[in-house]
């Protein structure tokens, strides 16, 4: 694993790409104005790490969805605050 040192700023500004070398193993050294302040190390059950693909990743959540909805198919898109609201509905009929 490859170790950067990286600025507070060029964090902030650059956030998604080092996200992604995060995800694929990088470690960084966080300096603010010149000085240390942070190991940043990815977590050893990173997705990429296990060898998914973004697709494969996406798809998984997909299922994670639909098992927390109950198997619940929808005829279009449903937004997750409808979801939500449909998991309440139902959380609240389960009480009664």
């Given at each position: 694993m490859t170790n950067q040192t990286i600025s507070v700023r060029q964090l902030r500004e650059n956030f998604p790409e080092f996200k992604e070398q995060l995800e694929d193993g990088y470690n960084f050294t966080l300096v603010y104005h010149s000085i240390p302040l942070?190991?940043?190390?990815?977590?050893?059950?990173?997705?990429?790490?296990?060898?998914?693909?973004?697709?494969?990743?996406?798809?998984?959540?997909?299922?994670?969805?639909?098992?927390?909805?109950?198997?619940?198919?929808?005829k279009t898109a449903v937004t997750p605050e409808r979801i939500n609201q449909m998991l309440d509905e139902r959380y609240e009929e389960m009480l009664h």
């Amino acid at each position: 694993m490859t170790n950067q040192t990286i600025s507070v700023r060029q964090l902030r500004e650059n956030f998604p790409e080092f996200k992604e070398q995060l995800e694929d193993g990088y470690n960084f050294t966080l300096v603010y104005h010149s000085i240390p302040l942070a190991n940043i190390t990815p977590f050893a059950s990173s997705h990429k790490s296990t060898g998914l693909s973004k697709a494969e990743r996406i798809r998984r959540n997909v299922v994670k969805v639909k098992k927390l909805a109950g198997g619940w198919k929808f005829k279009t898109a449903v937004t997750p605050e409808r979801i939500n609201q449909m998991l309440d509905e139902r959380y609240e009929e389960m009480l009664h």
